[in-house]
C-alpha cells in the first residue's frame, strides 16, 4: 500500500468521523465528548454502556446515530419481565402452504445495525445475558442454531441511576463486554436554552444520512477494519499492559498512593478486555489526530471510559465513597512514571 | 573562500537525507540515531569535564594561599576537606552524566523528546523488531512520514551546541583565577627570616618546622619549655605524622617550591640553620661546667619571634586560639625575644652560648676566641653544630626532671641513652681564627647600643 493510499484512507476515515459527528450535533446539544467517545467506541467495534438521568439524550444520541450512518436501529426498554426470547427472537409453528407445519425462527429486535436497551438494569440477569453472545460473538443462538446479526452490531446501553429500586446489578461479565461506559451529565443553562430554542419550534433539526443507505454497512465495516491496521508499538502495548495490571490488587505491590488505594478499594482490577479496548479506542484517536500509529496520549485519553466499569469496588471504596474513576486516574498518573 | 564553499557544500552533501525506502528505512534511522548519540554524549562528556576542571580549579585556588601561607596542620584539614568536597563533587557529576547519557535503548525515546515526532520514528524501528512488523497498511505512510522527519532530528538540531558553553566558560574562569593567584602568590614571598639563638625558653611559643607557614623577620631558637603534663615521657606521640600528613605536607612544600622557587629555599635553609642554632647554643653552654647536666636533658626550639617593625603574625600551631590571645603572645614572645637578646648580649662574653639574635650582632656569635689561640693547631667554631634531641623518642617539649639539688641523691637515669645528631664542628686551623671570625661574626651596630 502506497503512502498516498493510505493517507487518503485516513482522511476519508477523519471525513465520516466528523460528519457524523456534526450531524448528531444538529439535533444532540451538548455532550460533545459523549458523543465522540460513542462514534470511537462504534468505529473500534464496541458497544457502549451509557448512564443518565432520564431525559438527557440517551435515545436521541443512539436514533441520531443511526440515522447519520443509515443503519437500521431498535429499541428496547428493559423491563423486570422482559424474556430472552424478547430479545433474541424465538421459534414459532408455521403452517406452509402444503399445510406441513414446521419451526421457523422469528427474529428479535435484536436483529439490527443499533440497538438501544433502555434502562438494561431492570431486566433480570438472565435476560441481561441474552446479549452476552451477542455482543461478544455477534450471533444469537436459540434452540441450538446460531444465527450471525448483521454486521455492523452495536449496542448502547443505558443505566438509570437515580431509580435503584427493582433493578439488577449488571454482572461483571455483561459489564465487561461494553468498551466503554459514558456519563451523560445534566445539560448546563446555555445548552439547555439551546436544547429548547431547537426541539420546541415547529421545524425541529433533522439529521442528514452521511453514508449512502446501499453502501453504508459495508463503509462501516471498511472502516472498522482500518482502525484496526493502525500501528502499536511495542512499547505502546507495554504501558497498556502496566496500566491494566496496576488496577488489580495482586500486581500492585508499590508503595505509591495508586497501588496503597487500588489495594484498599479494588477487590477486582480490569480484564484483558479492557487492554483490547483501550488499544482499540487509541486506534481510533490516532486516526483522528491523522496518524497512522499509537501515542501514549491516545491511551491516556480514552483509559477512564475504558477501565472505570470493569473496576469492581470493595465495601471499602463504597463507604468512602471512592469512584471507580478515580482509580483510574491515580493509576494513569502512576502508569505514566512507568513509560519505557 | 573557495575552500569555505567548498567545506559547506561537503557538509551539505554530507547532510543530505536519503530517500528512506521501507527495506532500507529502519537501518537509516538507526544510522542516523547513532550520529545523534555520539554527539550528545561527546557534549555529555565535555559537559563533565569543563564541570571536573571548574571544581578542580576552584578548590585548588581556595587551596593555594593555603598552601603558601597556612601552616601545616591547616593546610592537611583543608586539603583533606577540600578532597572530600571533591570527591562528592565527582560523585555528583557522575550521577548526572550517567543520568544524561544517551544509551542505546532509551536513544530513540529521548530524540522523540526533543522534536515533535509523535512517536513515529519509535514505533518504526520497534515494530522493525518483530516478524511481521514490515507489513501493514500503514507502514509504508509511517515510512514515509519517519523520511520526511529526518530532518528534523538531525543531530545539530537535537544538539544545537557541539561545546557546553556555560561549563566551558566556568572552566576557563576557575583556571585564569587559578593562574592569577598563583602569579599574585609569587609576587609575595616570604621574607627570609633572621635566626637568632636564645637561652630562654619561648613560652607558648611551638617549635618551627620547615613545613610551616613562611614568614617572620626573626626566628629565636630556645630551649623547649617542660610542662607539667608531659613530666612523664610517653612511649607513643600523639602526633606521629601519618602518611596522609606527610602527603599533605609534601604537597605543601611542592607547592610552595613552585610558587616561590628560590625565595622559598632561603626560608626553609634559614628554618634549618634555625635547627643547628638550637646545637650550637647549647655546645655554647656545655662549656660552662656546671649547667651541662641541667641543660644537656633539654630540647631546643626554634620559635618563629614576632617582627620588630610588623604587627605580629599568627603563630602556627594556634589557630584555635583567640586572635587576642595570640597577639598577646605575640608580645609575650617578642618581650622575651628582646630579653633574651640583652641577655645574650650583656653575658656573650662570660657564656660562650650563641647570642646575637635579632637587630643587634655579637662579635662573639659563635664563642669566645680562644684563649691561646697559638697553643693548638685548630679552634672550633660551632657553625653546624646539631645537638637536638630526636623527637620520635618523646612527646615535644617532654623532658625528665633536672637532677635533685641534694648532691647524694641518685637522678633518676632514663630508660635508654638519649638519641641525638651527630655534632657538626668545623675544625679550622688555629691560625685562621681570626679571619674566620671576622668573617661570621656580625657586627655591634654601635649605635643601637645602649
Redesign the interface.
Given at each position: 500500500m502506497t503512502p498516498a493510499v493510505a493517507s487518503a484512507a485516513i482522511e476519508d476515515f477523519q471525513q465520516v468521523f466528523a460528519a457524523v459527528r456534526a450531524e448528531i450535533a444538529r439535533v444532540v446539544i451538548g455532550h460533545e465528548n459523549a458523543i465522540e467517545t460513542i462514534l470511537t467506541a462504534f468505529f473500534a467495534g464496541g458497544h457502549v454502556l451509557i448512564e443518565g438521568v432520564p431525559g438527557i439524550g440517551k435515545t436521541l444520541i443512539v436514533r441520531s446515530l443511526a440515522e447519520a450512518l443509515n443503519l437500521s436501529s431498535n429499541r428496547i426498554q428493559f423491563t423486570v419481565d422482559l424474556m430472552p426470547a424478547d430479545i433474541t427472537g424465538t421459534r414459532i409453528i408455521t403452517e406452509s402452504a402444503s399445510g406441513q407445519r414446521e419451526l421457523s425462527f422469528v427474529p428479535g429486535p435484536i436483529f439490527t445495525h443499533l440497538l438501544l436497551g433502555d434502562e438494561i438494569n431492570r431486566a433480570t440477569p438472565k435476560t441481561q445475558s441474552a446479549l452476552l453472545e451477542a455482543m461478544a460473538e455477534h450471533q444469537v443462538t436459540v434452540a441450538g442454531t446460531s444465527y450471525r446479526l448483521m454486521p455492523p452490531f452495536f449496542v448502547l446501553a443505558t443505566l438509570n441511576p437515580i431509580e435503584m429500586e427493582g433493578t439488577y446489578q449488571l454482572p461483571e461479565a455483561q459489564l465487561d463486554r461494553f468498551l466503554f461506559k459514558v456519563l451523560l451529565a445534566y445539560p448546563s443553562e446555555a445548552e439547555l436554552i439551546r436544547i429548547l430554542a431547537t426541539t420546541t419550534t415547529a421545524d425541529p433539526p433533522t439529521i442528514r444520512p452521511v453514508l449512502d443507505p446501499e453502501q453504508a454497512p459495508a463503509r462501516v465495516e471498511g472502516l472498522k477494519r482500518l482502525v484496526r491496521e493502525v500501528l502499536v508499538a511495542p512499547h505502546v502495548e507495554q504501558y497498556v499492559a502496566r496500566l491494566v495490571r496496576l488496577t488489580t490488587p495482586a500486581a500492585a505491590r508499590g508503595d505509591g498512593d495508586a497501588e496503597v488505594e487500588v489495594r484498599r478499594y479494588v477487590t477486582y482490577g480490569a480484564s484483558p478486555r479492557g487492554a483490547q479496548s483501550l488499544v482499540l479506542g487509541a486506534k481510533v484517536m490516532a486516526l483522528l489526530d491523522g496518524r497512522p500509529h499509537v501515542t501514549y496520549d491516545d491511551v491516556d485519553k480514552l483509559a477512564v471510559a475504558a477501565l472505570r466499569h470493569r473496576l469492581v469496588m470493595s465495601f471499602a471504596a463504597e463507604a468512602a465513597g471512592v469512584a471507580p474513576a478515580h482509580i483510574v486516574e491515580r493509576v494513569l498518573v502512576a502508569a505514566r512514571r512507568l513509560r519505557s | 573562500m573557495t575552500g569555505l564553499r567548498a567545506f559547506t557544500s561537503l557538509v551539505s552533501v554530507r547532510d543530505a537525507m536519503p530517500e528512506l525506502t521501507p527495506t532500507g528505512a529502519v537501518d537509516v534511522v538507526q544510522r542516523q540515531v547513532r550520529r545523534v548519540r555520539r554527539r550528545k554524549n561527546l557534549y555529555e562528556l565535555q559537559r563533565a569535564l569543563y564541570w571536573a576542571i571548574a571544581a578542580g580549579a576552584g578548590l585548588a585556588t581556595f587551596l593555594l594561599p593555603l598552601a603558601l601561607f597556612a601552616p601545616a596542620r591547616l593546610f592537611a584539614g583543608a586539603a583533606w576537606g577540600t578532597l572530600a568536597v571533591l570527591a562528592g563533587f565527582a560523585l555528583i557529576l557522575l550521577a548526572a552524566t550517567r543520568r544524561r547519557w544517551l544509551a542505546a535503548p532509551?536513544a530513540i525515546?529521548w530524540i522523540e523528546s526533543q522534536s515533535p515526532l509523535?512517536?513515529?520514528l519509535?514505533?518504526l524501528v520497534?515494530?522493525a523488531?518483530?516478524p511481521n512488523g514490515g507489513r501493514?497498511?500503514?507502514?509504508?505512510?509511517?515510512?514515509?512520514?519517519v523520511g520526511r522527519d529526518l530532518e528534523a532530528w538531525t543531530p545539530r538540531r537535537v544538539v544545537p551546541r557541539a561545546v557546553p558553553r556555560a561549563a566551558l566558560a566556568t572552566a576557563l574562569a576557575a583556571l585564569v583565577l587559578l593562574v592569577s593567584v598563583a602569579q599574585l602568590a609569587s609576587f609575595a614571598p616570604p621574607p627570609t627570616p633572621a635566626v637568632g639563638v636564645s637561652d630562654q625558653p619561648l613560652a607558648g611559643e611551638r617549635s618551627v618546622t620547615p613545613d610551616d607557614a613562611a614568614g617572620g623577620e626573626r626566628v629565636v631558637v630556645a630551649p623547649g619549655v617542660p610542662s607539667d603534663d608531659d613530666a612523664e615521657p610517653s612511649p607513643v606521640r600523639d602526633d606521629v605524622p601519618s602518611r596522609l600528613s606527610n602527603l599533605s605536607s609534601q604537597i605543601q612544600e611542592n607547592v610552595r617550591q613552585q610558587v616561590w622557587g628560590k625565595a622559598w629555599e632561603r626560608v626553609r635553609d634559614a628554618l634549618a640553620r634555625a635547627g643547628t642554632s638550637g646545637g650550637a647554643a647549647r655546645d655554647g653552654q656545655e662549656t660552662n661546667g656546671d649547667e651541662v647536666t641541667a641543660n644537656d636533658t633539654e630540647d631546643w626550639e626554634a620559635a618563629r619571634s614576632p617582627s620588630a617593625t610588623g604587627a605580629p603574625r599568627r603563630r602556627p600551631g594556634v589557630g584555635k586560639q583567640t586572635a587576642e590571645s595570640d597577639e598577646a603572645k605575640a608580645d609575650q614572645n617578642q618581650d622575651q625575644a628582646t630579653t633574651h637578646d640583652a641577655d645574650r648580649e650583656t653575658q656573650s662574653d662570660d657564656a660562650n652560648g650563641g647570642g646575637g639574635a635579632g637587630t643587634g650582632t655579637a662579635p662573639h656569635l659563635f664563642g669566645g676566641p680562644t684563649v691561646d689561640p697559638a697553643g693548638s693547631g685548630s679552634f672550633e667554631l660551632a657553625l653546624a653544630a646539631r645537638m637536638r634531641t630526636d623527637r620520635a623518642h618523646g612527646k615535644r617539649g617532654t623532658r625528665a626532671a633536672g637532677p635533685s639539688a641534694d648532691p647524694d641523691a641518685q637522678p633518676a637515669l632514663a630508660a635508654e641513652q638519649r638519641r641525638e645528631s651527630a655534632a657538626h664542628r668545623m675544625t679550622v686551623p688555629a691560625a685562621y681564627e681570626t679571619v674566620v671570625r671576622e668573617v661570621f661574626a656580625h657586627r655591634r651596630v654601635e649605635t643601637e647600643q645602649p
Open positions: - | 532509551r525515546a509523535a512517536g513515529r519509535r514505533t520497534e515494530l523488531t518483530r501493514g497498511f500503514f507502514h509504508a505512510l509511517l515510512v514515509s512520514e
